[in-house]
């Protein structure tokens, strides 16, 4: 039977609260029974006055607002409280009613800059949510996933300047240099004086517009301004760490923030899992000095073909030399500025050797090996790349910070940012972070049952049922199904 709806019930006047508006499912619901957001006012507290000036927004509200925008991946706060103001569901969540006006989308954006900037209020919030994570017993953090992606900065690709930089010392290079020296020593060598090393100056490009951001080459044709966020996650998905750099940045320079952060927060690791751009000797130091296990995958060997491969050279720790696939050895012969020893061959007996064009192309007929002075580190990280532990862990990092980072951009809206300067981004990272966290840790609570509707709620819902239906109110809980949750 055909069916039409009229049209006047649209102005009818109705008696509801807007809780009964709200679906019991609806993810609102799940958020604001996972953590109490009463932390907020501690945090903001000093940015305050008590009692001179107008009564400013309620912080929580301020601060929901930039959850509904990051939980939700919705792109700008202006589309954020266009949102707001026609969703019952977003104003149940801040605590306004239908008739409440909702403040201006430049309300944050204000606050940031007279309360907010250069504090780490942020990064307290994205803190105080993992905590409630780790409380709830959701994290599994004896397995811990490094890795960084790329998100397009708020720039014109066009316009940039080119200038000429110094290059930046290596955060380590204090105790490189004097491992070399010591190195040198134990050689028999006259130690170098570090102090006369020469200044590396590198061109680079400048953003006009963004000039925190980096020069990212997607490939040989396509380049753009970006920024880099660099993340830990543990097993469960659950984020650890974050911070963001300019997309030039390499991956491996933020190594030791991102796990000082993850020691900060959750501990020390047994495990740290990573991607090849990390398999450097510095980080595999770092992490086997600290006593956790390095879980690296394998890394193609750098040389060119026809010739032989490096690992076809073997290293006699022993007597401190190499020998070649023809039997001969290479002996030590200085250690240089970089951190590497120098194994040369015999000329004499490499000129006549019949492997010679395999081997070099020198024309003094010396072939030459180098080997950092930390390479036994990443010797020890290889070995342990066979074992079934590594790759039975290794095989879940696309499950993990890979899971992480698409949801970020495809659920989160952080293809690209909207906002410009590290700072800002930085402050950008943090509360996506948390939100993410916040988000997975409401879903699961709920669904464990920890949390859900309050009692007086579902008493609500159970007499509704009981009198439209005229069944007691002991057959309506296994009619409305809530017993599990009373």
């Known amino acids: 039977m055909l069916t039409k709806e009229k049209n006047e019930k649209r102005t009818q006047i109705e008696i509801c609260s ?23 006012y501690d945090l903001v507290s000093d940015k305050y006055s008590k009692d001179i000036g107008r009564p400013s927004i309620d912080p929580v509200v301020l601060f929901k607002i930039v959850f509904i925008q990051y939980v939700f991946g919705i792109k700008s706060m202006r589309q954020t409280i266009s949102e707001i103001q026609t969703n019952i569901a977003y104003r149940w969540f801040i605590g306004y009613g239908l008739y409440d006006p909702i403040p201006h989308f430049t309300t944050f954006g204000k606050n940031y800059v007279r309360r907010f900037k250069n504090t780490d209020i ?25 890795d960084a992606t790329h998100v397009k900065a708020n720039a014109n690709k066009k316009k940039y300047d080119k200038v000429k930089l110094e290059k930046e010392a290596r955060v380590y290079q204090e105790l490189l240099d004097k491992e070399i020296n010591e190195d040198r020593e134990l050689h028999g060598k006259k130690p170098l004086d570090m102090s006369k090393k020469k200044l590396e100056v590198k061109e ?6 963004d000039p925190d951001s980096g020069v990212l080459r997607k490939n040989e044709k396509e380049k753009c301004f970006a920024y880099s966020f660099h993340a830990a996650c ?66 193609r060997p750098m040389t060119k073909e ?14 401190d030399c190499y020998i070649c696939p023809n039997n001969q050895i290479l002996n030590y012969r200085t250690t240089n500025r970089e951190g590497y020893r120098e194994y040369a061959s015999d000329s004499k007996t490499c000129k006549d050797c019949p492997y010679r064009n395999k081997c070099t192309n020198s ?23 066979y074992t079934t532990l590594n790759k039975e862990i290794y095989e ?49 609570l709920w669904r464990s049952g920890k949390t859900g509707p309050n009692k007086a709620f579902l008493l609500r819902k159970l007499y509704i049922l009981h009198l439209k239906t005229a069944l007691p109110l002991w057959r309506a809980v296994f009619v409305y199904n809530l017993t599990p949750k009373i």
């Open 234 to 299: 543990d097993r469960n998905g659950f984020i650890l760490g974050i911070t963001a750099t300019a997309a030039n940045v390499h991956d491996n320079t933020m190594f030791d923030t991102i796990l000082e952060q993850v020691k900060k927060n959750v501990g020390k690791p047994e495990y740290i899992v990573v991607d090849a751009g990390y398999k450097t000797p510095y980080i595999c130091k770092t992490i086997i000095d600290q006593g956790i296990r390095p879980v690296m995958p394998y890394t």
């Open 306 to 319: 026809g010739f032989f491969k490096k690992y076809e050279y073997v290293y006699d720790e022993y007597y």
């Open 122 to 146: 942020f990064e307290k919030i994205f803190v105080r949510i993992l905590e409630e994570a780790v409380n709830a017993g959701l994290i599994k953090s004896d397995a811990v996933f490094i």
């Open 18 to 40: 807007i809780d009964q508006l709200v679906p019991e499912n609806h993810l609102v619901r799940k958020l604001e029974a996972a953590i109490n957001f009463d932390f907020i």
């Open 363 to 385: 024309k003094d007929y010396t072939k030459v090996i180098n080997r950092h002075i930390w390479a036994d580190y990443v010797e020890e990280a290889e070995h342990l790349r």
């Open 396 to 444: 879940k990092r696309k499950e993990t910070i890979e899971r992480v980072f698409a949801d970020m951009k495809e659920k989160h809206g952080m293809r690209f940012t909207t906002l410009r300067g590290l700072k800002k981004v930085t402050a950008q990272a943090m509360l996506v972070a948390a939100c993410m966290n916040l988000k997975k840790m409401a879903n699961w």
């Open 204 to 209: 680079t490009k400048i953003s006009k517009t």
